[in-house]
């Protein structure tokens, strides 16, 4: 059975950081591309950021760039993503999707999605 599952969020005050962590279950991660998401209440969706199954391409939104770092674990079967210098606004639920490695890594087509983790920055 396929799943997805998002961990390490909470509360944490303006300038913390804190690490989400997304743990795959039936399938491996390191034949996927990998995406994290955000949706803020009373916004939309957004990527975040996304690495792909080679971990040779990694993208960052520019309001997330050069705070926040994606990496694998393949011996863990895990994707993180290291959230430092966190801001108010990166307030939101953070959800994790991923989709088969050919035809490319990119936001677009995620097939599998997480439930997510909620993430609080506030002082």
């Known amino acids: 059975q396929v799943q997805i599952v998002e961990s390490g969020g909470g509360l944490v005050q303006p300038g913390g950081s804190l690490r989400l962590s997304c743990a795959a279950s039936g399938f491996s991660l390191n034949t996927y591309c990998v995406g994290w998401f955000r949706q803020a209440p009373g916004h939309k969706r957004e990527g975040v950021s996304y690495i792909s199954s080679s971990s040779d391409t990694r993208y960052y939104a520019d309001s997330v760039k050069g705070r926040f770092t994606i990496s694998r674990d393949n011996a863990k079967n895990t994707v993180a993503l290291q959230m430092n210098s966190l801001k108010p606004e990166d307030t939101a639920t953070y959800y994790c999707?991923?989709?088969?490695?050919?035809?490319?890594?990119?936001?677009?087509?995620?097939?599998?999605w997480g439930d997510g983790t909620l993430v609080t920055v506030s002082s």
């Open positions: 999707a991923v989709k088969p490695a050919p035809g490319g890594c990119s936001f677009n087509g995620m097939g599998y």
